[in-house]
């Protein structure tokens, strides 16, 4: 799972950064709202972190943009306001939960757990795109309604674009999530052309449109067949 923490107050951005690395979740972070912005909308993120009071853009600025954008990313807000008008306007916004200054970590690490559950729960363990079928608890797969054999790292490649669908994912979006820090930057797009090629001969029917699509010079998407 990957989160971004977006926190003027280093001190605090670390902190909460590395708890929540004890549990084993991958964490950046950025300490002012411009960069915060930035990185919400390229990257690909499980959970969101913002604190409300941030230079350069509010974190409220933040999440109407990703909203706006159609981003579904849980956001999680934190401020040292108290006020029951600063609590609605960003529920209003579209935040999942409020934390207020001076909060406890391991608070903090149950509000996540349960944005974390409460998104994964959402998710149908069936996804369909026009000939596909994916079951993303048992992990079949099935063209046409019959099943396909996927190698971990393909269907892992698969399973992501399915879950972004209609979404441009970038070559290094792809490698993090599928490899993690495990991949060579400089061999890294090769590495993911090859599992997308090989996938496409396995899901792809001969003499029809591809599943997976090309956005030259950007990355790869799945979209919704009509």
Do not use: C
């Not at 902190?15 to 950025?30: C, F, G, M, P, Q």
């Not at 919400?40 to 350069?56: C, Q």
């Not at 290094?172 to 890294?188: R, Y």
Request: without cysteine; proline residues 3%; charged residues 30%.
């Amino acid at each position: 799972m990957r989160i971004l923490v977006v926190e003027d107050e280093e001190m605090l951005a670390l902190r909460i950064k590395n708890v929540l690395e004890s549990e084993k979740y991958h964490v950046d972070t950025a300490f002012d709202g411009r960069d915060g912005l930035e990185q919400a909308m390229i990257e690909e993120y499980d959970l969101l972190i913002l604190d409300i009071l941030l230079p350069g853009f509010s974190g409220l600025q933040i999440l109407k943009e990703v909203r706006r954008e159609g981003f579904e990313t849980p956001v999680l807000l934190l401020t040292a306001k108290n006020r029951v008008e600063d609590k609605v306007t960003g529920l209003d916004a579209g935040a999942d939960d409020y934390l207020t200054k001076p909060f406890a970590l391991p608070e903090l690490l149950a509000r996540v757990r349960s944005l974390l559950r409460r998104t994964s729960e959402a998710k149908s363990s069936i996804i369909t795109v026009g000939i596909l079928e994916v079951n993303t608890n048992s992990h079949e797969v099935k063209i046409n309604g019959k099943p396909v054999e996927l190698t971990p790292k393909e269907y892992s490649i698969l399973e992501f674009l399915l879950y972004n669908k209609n979404r441009v994912l970038s070559r290094l979006s792809i490698a993090e999530h599928v490899w993690g820090d495990n991949f060579d930057l400089f061999t890294m797009t090769n590495f993911v052309d090859v599992h997308i090629k090989n996938l496409r001969k396995k899901i792809d029917l001969p003499h029809s449109y591809s599943l997976i699509e090309t956005v030259r010079g950007v990355g790869y998407m799945i979209k919704d067949k009509e």
